[in-house]
């Protein structure tokens, strides 16, 4: 079974063709980065914006690489929720007109449950039950994946997500949006010893959070600028990261030995993050737990991934009134 999908609920316009929801067979991807990067972060008109321009061309770019017609393909598939709404609404109307126009199905697709997935496309003898951590800009879940589209919450975030917690870190050391990439090249050459910052504890046993580590961060660069002292931003950044992946391991390896499940996957933007996928390998083999991860490319938000969740609610079929629902959950 063929699925076209759609992704447009941030900065990224994807279309993407997957086989059978493991087969890649094209991923097409607009970054809007580069307009967004002017302001510091996603600006909702401007991204939707953006969304009406590239919509077609994205779809046509993935039948093309895909050496494919639309006769080819079974179903539709779009990204309908969480998200900004204005970027949801483009994605949804754009598959919505082309559902009514070629009399394909749609099928509508959670953004984190296409996350989730992107483990399906990278490791195809994947098969459920799992623990995942979803770390991404918006979100930091902690979940057992029971069966396809079968989830059990076992934490999340109290306050910022993960993704959110490194472009905010990465804006005091003066990176650009999004930070989270830049400020770990940054932290390769520093020390992560260098700044004592604080391992938050939230009250839930699988909860995280990152605000109050991210306010003493922001404090302590501040005390050094009005000290006037250069700050050694590489050590800065190192010790920001490792703060953030300490407290993501801990968590996770804790919900990995109370389920006694013994697979383990991220997922994410912030799942591409070095430091966490090394400490995260070396923790798993230590636990005897096998770890997936995405490729690079299927952590940051693509069409692939919602293709592959769609396949495994291909007996879904959204009606033409499909609304976009910019807080939708996974569980
Ligand atoms: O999944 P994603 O592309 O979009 C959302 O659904 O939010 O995640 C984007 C987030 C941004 O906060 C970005 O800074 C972070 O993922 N990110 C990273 C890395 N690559 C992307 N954070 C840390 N290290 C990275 N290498
Ligand atoms: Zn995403």
Redesign the pocket.
């Known amino acids: 079974m063929r699925i076209l999908a759609l992704e447009t609920?941030?900065d990224?316009t994807a279309a993407a063709i997957v086989e059978d929801g493991r087969k890649i067979l094209s991923n097409a991807v607009f970054s809007q980065i580069d307009i967004h990067a002017l302001y510091g972060g996603v600006v909702p008109e401007i991204a939707s914006r953006a969304h009406v321009d590239a919509c077609d061309r994205m779809i046509d770019q993935a039948l093309r690489e895909a050496a494919l017609t639309i006769d080819d393909i079974d179903a539709l598939a779009v990204t309908y929720g969480p998200?900004l709404v204005g970027a949801l609404l483009i994605g949804v109307n754009c598959m919505k007109g082309f559902s009514y126009a070629t009399g394909k199905r749609l099928i509508p697709v959670n953004?984190i449950e296409g996350?989730v997935s992107a483990n399906f496309l990278s490791h195809p003898e994947l098969t459920p039950p799992f623990v995942c951590l979803v770390?991404?800009?918006?979100?930091s879940h902690l979940v057992i994946v029971n069966d396809y589209g079968v989830y059990t919450l076992l934490g999340q975030t109290v306050d910022d997500?993960?993704?959110?917690a490194?472009?905010k870190g990465?804006r005091v050391l003066g990176l650009q949006y999004?930070?989270?990439?830049h400020?770990?090249k940054l932290a390769e050459g520093g020390d992560p010893a260098y700044l004592k910052l604080p391992r938050p504890k939230a009250e839930g046993k699988y909860d995280f959070s990152f605000s109050g580590l991210k306010t003493a961060f922001i404090n302590a660069c501040h005390t050094m600028e009005q000290k006037g002292l250069a700050l050694p931003r590489a050590d800065l950044a190192a010790s920001y990261?490792q703060a953030i992946v300490d407290s993501l391991c801990d968590k996770t390896m804790r919900a990995v030995t109370d389920s006694g499940l013994k697979t383990l996957c991220l997922a994410?933007?912030?799942s591409?993050?070095?430091l966490?996928r090394r400490q995260m390998a070396a923790l798993a083999q230590a636990q005897g737990v096998t770890l997936c991860m995405p490729r690079h490319d299927l952590?940051?938000?693509n069409a692939a991934m919602i293709a592959a969740a769609a396949y495994y609610r291909r007996q879904t079929t959204a009606p033409l009134s499909l609304n976009a629902v910019p807080s939708l959950k996974l569980v």
């Open positions: 609920s941030c990224e998200g953004h996350h770390v991404s800009g918006g979100h997500a993960a993704g959110e490194f472009d990465a999004p930070g989270g990439p400020l770990s990261q994410g933007g912030v591409a993050n070095a966490l952590c940051t938000d």
